[in-house]
């Protein structure tokens, strides 16, 4: 693990989206992952595709591990909670490490809408009397799916059960901001406490993505500084709010106009609900920092990069928009987020949000 001296962040992984990108630069960016690293302790950020093989490329061993953080149920950010939930109990019962705890989004509540470009097609939900999973009821579904194996290390060699390295517990919403996963999903609220130790206070907030719900960003507070990441989100006011003078704000970020030459060959009934999904539901480079900015964020990384293989430019827009310092990280690059003047408030309070360009 890396000798900085204060917090810092590892960029596991940096791309968004549930594929494995192909053409020019495929391969350079596993899925989204990212590691909080405070006083030693490691706080991992979603479980994209690769994300135990980026722990150990970055030095990070499971026994630094104190918690995992999943921003939303998409497979991009938890299509390996499965190879930490049966690879990661062998490792931490081999590093003879503490239960690792795990947070993430309870269960939807019921189905979303289906999308009103959609006509003369009924979807069928898969799931069976569970289609709307959190993390504790995929956490549940991961040990009954490999239960094979599992059992085969449990009784011939002894080894321990998913549950005793794992502490898993859906995040509880305030009740009284009146979210509704398909009606509100995104209310206007205040920050609330997720998580606290003797490294970080950790706080979320509901951010937009709409269909899914209930979508989280995360603010990892320390001694010395904070960093902000965002999850997936369209730009929202919960978020400035969120990464109010935070010292790194880590945002997706979406090319429209790769989503846009993506569907030409569609049916346009098709592209029409694909633009719109992704049009509602993401952020350009230039809108994060725009976001940055009305938060008096000091640095901006972009990450969960969509498309995985886009010219760098596009991401290099965002300087439009923020003054600050600027990052477009690769996979395995350390970004520190210790505060340049620990103890010395902001001079101003930053400007209100107002409607944000496409």
């Known amino acids: 693990m890396s000798k900085h001296s204060g917090p810092y962040v590892v960029a596991l992984g940096t791309a968004g989206g549930p594929r494995w990108w192909t053409g020019e630069g495929a391969g350079e960016r596993q899925g989204i992952a990212t590691a909080v690293v405070v006083n030693g302790s490691a706080y991992l950020v979603d479980c994209g595709h690769g994300v135990g093989r980026q722990l150990m490329l970055a030095g990070i061993e499971l026994n630094s591990l104190k918690g995992i953080f999943i921003t939303h149920m998409h497979s991009d950010h938890t299509v390996d909670l499965a190879s930490m939930t049966v690879f ?14 795990i947070f993430g989004p309870g269960d939807r509540g019921m189905l979303p809408p289906v999308s009103t470009h959609v006509s003369g097609r009924n979807p069928e939900a898969v799931g069976g009397s569970d289609p709307t999973p959190g993390v504790e009821g995929m956490f549940k579904h991961l040990v ?61 907030i509901l951010v937009e993505h709409p269909p899914v719900a209930p979508a989280f960003a995360f603010r990892f507070d320390t001694a010395e500084g904070s960093v902000t990441i965002s999850g997936d989100t369209a730009p929202t006011k919960n978020l400035v709010r969120l990464a109010r003078y935070t010292d790194l704000l880590m945002h997706e970020a979406i090319d429209f106009d790769w989503v846009r030459r993506g569907y030409a060959h569609e049916s346009p009934q098709a592209a029409e609900a694909g633009m719109e999904h992704h049009r509602k539901s ?77």
């Open 88 to 101: 990661g109990t062998l490792a931490l019962a081999a590093q003879g490490a503490e239960p690792v705890k």
């Open 282 to 358: 993401h952020t350009s480079a230039r809108q994060a920092g725009e976001l940055a900015t009305r938060a008096g964020a000091a640095r901006l990384a972009l990450h969960h990069l969509v498309p995985g293989t886009a010219d760098p430019d596009v991401w290099l827009q965002a300087k439009e928009t923020f003054a600050g310092e600027l990052f477009v990280p690769h996979d395995l690059d350390i970004i520190p987020f210790q505060r340049p003047s620990p103890g010395v408030p902001p001079a101003t309070e930053s400007p209100a949000l107002q409607p944000l360009s496409r």
């Open 144 to 204: 009954n799916a490999y239960a094979t194996d599992l059992n085969d290390r449990i009784f011939d060699t002894l080894r321990p059960a998913p549950h005793e390295k794992y502490t898993v517990r859906d995040i509880e919403l305030p009740t009284d901001v009146g979210y509704h996963p398909n009606s509100n999903p995104t209310p206007d609220m205040e920050p609330f406490l997720v998580h606290e130790d003797e490294n970080v206070r950790v706080t979320a």
